[in-house]
Each structure stands twice: as structure tokens, then as C-alpha cells.
């Protein structure tokens, strides 16, 4: 069974740093790109970050995020980080990551419409 859960989530500070995690579970790292994506109520998902192992660790960001947000994995532990730096009030969402096939799924454009399976999220909030 496929499953994604995310964790690191919280209050932080404007400026601030935060690392969020996310473990999965019946599947490798190779078979899926990983896309962070975030959403806050009623609004829509947005795409933040992808990685994909497969790909020689090919990693992805949203322009506006690029410089503040580092995705990486560690691959023995099937597990996906987002470094978010400089936390802004904006950034404040849940964050989601969501597995993307190899084949309909684009890493690259942060695909959040064809994602697969995602987990709960993560709610990250950005004190101003």
C-alpha cells in the first residue's frame, strides 16, 4: 500500500526556518517523482518543489520559492525533505507531498493535476 506522510510542520517566525518531512511506505523512491505541493483553504493547490531519484535526483521549484526552498531525499530511509528558509506570512499553508508517475506525471512543471497518491499535510504557519 502506497503511503506518503508528512511531518515538521509549525509556528514560526517570520524569517524564520522550518524542515518539513515526508516518509513513504510501499514503494522506492525510484518508482515516483515526489512533488511538494501546498493549499490553503478554500484556495488552490499550488505546486512547490518535485524531485525526482530517478532522474539523477533531478530537483524542481516554484520561481518565486527558488533560493529559499531545498528539497532533497534520502533514499535508504524513503524520505523527503523541504528546507524552507526565510519563511514569509505567505508561505503559510499545509503542506502536502504527493507521489507523481514516471510516465504522466511531469516533475518539471510541478504537476500538481496529475498526482497520484498524497498525504495528509503538514500545516506550516508564519508569525509576521
Known amino acids: 500500500e502506497v503511503q506518503l506522510v508528512e511531518s515538521g ?3 514560526v517566525q517570520a524569517g524564520g ?4 518531512t515526508c516518509v513513504v511506505s510501499g514503494f522506492t523512491l525510484d518508482d515516483y517523482a515526489i512533488l511538494w505541493f501546498r493549499q490553503a483553504p478554500g484556495q488552490e493547490r ?5 524531485i525526482s531519484v530517478a532522474d ?3 530537483t524542481y521549484y516554484q520561481d518565486s520559492l527558488q533560493g529559499r526552498f531545498t528539497v532533497s531525499s ?3 530511509r524513503n ?3 523541504l528546507q524552507m ?3 514569509e506570512p505567505d508561505d503559510a499553508d499545509v503542506y502536502h507531498c504527493a507521489t507523481l508517475p514516471r510516465i504522466g506525471g511531469k516533475c518539471s512543471i510541478l504537476d500538481v493535476m496529475n498526482r497520484e497518491d498524497w498525504g495528509p499535510g503538514t500545516a ?3 508569525a509576521s
Do not use: K
Not at 526556518?17 to 518539513?20: D, K, V
Not at 499550488?46 to 518535485?50: K, N, Y
Open 9 to 11: 510542520g509549525g509556528l
Open 17 to 20: 526556518s522550518l524542515r518539513l
Open 124 to 126: 506550516v504557519t508564519v
Open 85 to 87: 528558509h526565510r519563511l
Open 56 to 58: 539523477d535526483g533531478s
Open 46 to 50: 499550488e505546486g512547490v518543489s518535485c
Open 79 to 81: 524520505t523527503v525533505y
Open 74 to 76: 534520502d533514499n535508504f
